[in-house]
């Protein structure tokens, strides 16, 4: 099906090595796992295809090895195993369902047409993507559960332990049915990620006006700015929520809707939103579904001050909890989209320039040349 999106002789067999390359620095096993099917859970353990497994005995991750019939590789060898394919079909098939192809020319990765989907299929890919997701939050409110239990009888409960306690029992339901649920219980249950997400962001009617500010919490005590601190903080936090509300609503299993960063960057700016999504990356950065494009642009990026002494990190608040890999796409679409509104914002600048401004006058030694 795919597979005509990527022809053979696109690529010199001398060239195969960095087809094989590219494809790894890509693509991890767990991408391509979730991307043909196969669930893998909150352990990154899944039930082996390759043998008769009615317990999962297969660790999956940027490689694979099952603990049963001894099966281990990377993700190319997992594709051929799984589709009966030669190494260097496995490749040019995850090219093409990952939409990459090899230019054989430029020996550089490039988009390739896309294809239909079936909606089942649509279906199973989002289910593979908000388990993974439901995973990290999970963990997440349990160390929410731990760190911020109440010590004593009388103290007031932290808002994280009371999302905690709330929460975790909804996250696991929602775990169960999209590992084991019919497709008509995992659909539900992606609705309903997508109306919580939506719920969660404040109304994005109108432009936020706050400023991003850059300085820490002492810094703007001792400068009386502490409510624009506070406001600040709370406006990267609203744009953290209002990124993955987009990515939930526009991601459709398979790809992003091109105009999924636009909504965001009209309400939030593109100065805000490249501070969120470049904190998110920074914090990240061990994590190889980011290409390193986008971690080279996020260590660029201005971030607000830390306190030295700090126990935490402020950009842990409003760091994205999307999918990484899916994150990446929206990252590469909000920084096209920002630099096509800088040169759209530059054209009208100069549009604007009075007509009759008279030209600089260049003298030297009192004569006009």
Not at 105 to 113: A, C, D, K, N, S
Request: charged share 30%.
């Amino acid at each position: 099906m795919t597979m005509a999106a990527v022809r053979k002789d696109d690529m010199p067999a001398s060239g195969d090595w960095k087809l094989y390359q590219m494809i790894k620095d890509n693509v991890t096993t767990l991408d391509a796992a979730g991307r043909y099917g196969i669930a893998v859970n909150r352990r990154g353990m899944c039930r082996c295809p390759f043998h008769k497994d009615k317990n999962p005995s297969m660790k999956i991750d940027k490689r694979f090895h099952c603990f049963g019939c001894q099966a281990d590789g990377d993700v190319i060898s997992f594709t051929s195993r799984l589709f009966g394919l030669t190494r260097k079909g496995a490749a040019l098939k995850l090219a093409a369902d990952f939409d990459l192809r090899i230019d054989s020319r430029r020996l550089r990765i490039v988009p390739t047409p896309h294809l239909p989907i079936s909606e089942e299929e649509k279906i199973e890919r989002c289910a593979a993507h908000y388990f993974r997701e439901l995973c990290n939050y999970r963990l997440l409110l349990v160390n929410w559960r731990e760190v911020y239990a109440p010590q004593n009888p009388g103290d007031i409960f932290d808002p994280r332990f009371v999302e905690a306690m709330h929460m975790l029992p909804v996250v696991e339901n929602e775990l169960d049915i999209l590992w084991s649920g019919d497709l008509q219980s995992k659909k539900a249950v992606i609705d309903e990620i997508r109306q919580r997400k939506e719920k969660e962001v404040i109304s994005m009617d109108g432009t936020v006006t706050v400023p991003v500010y850059y300085q820490d919490g002492s810094y703007a005590r001792d400068h009386k700015e502490l409510e624009l601190f506070r406001s600040s903080h709370m406006e990267n936090i609203n744009c953290k929520k209002a990124i993955e509300a987009a990515i939930a609503r526009d991601f459709d299993g398979i790809r992003l809707r091109k105009t999924a960063a636009d909504e965001v960057l009209d309400t939030y700016g593109a100065e805000r939103v490249s501070l969120v999504l470049a904190a998110t990356v920074q914090t990240k950065s061990w994590d190889g579904r980011f290409s390193q494009q986008n971690k080279d642009w996020a260590f660029s990026v201005r971030m607000p001050d830390n306190r030295p002494d700090m126990d935490y990190d402020r950009r842990d608040a409003y760091a994205v909890t999307s999918h990484p890999a899916v994150l990446d796409g929206f990252i590469n679409l909000a920084r096209r989209e920002i630099q096509e509104r800088s040169k759209v914002s530059v054209r009208d600048a100069l549009s604007h320039t009075p007509a009759n401004t008279p030209k600089p006058s260049l003298k030297k030694d009192g004569i006009e040349r």
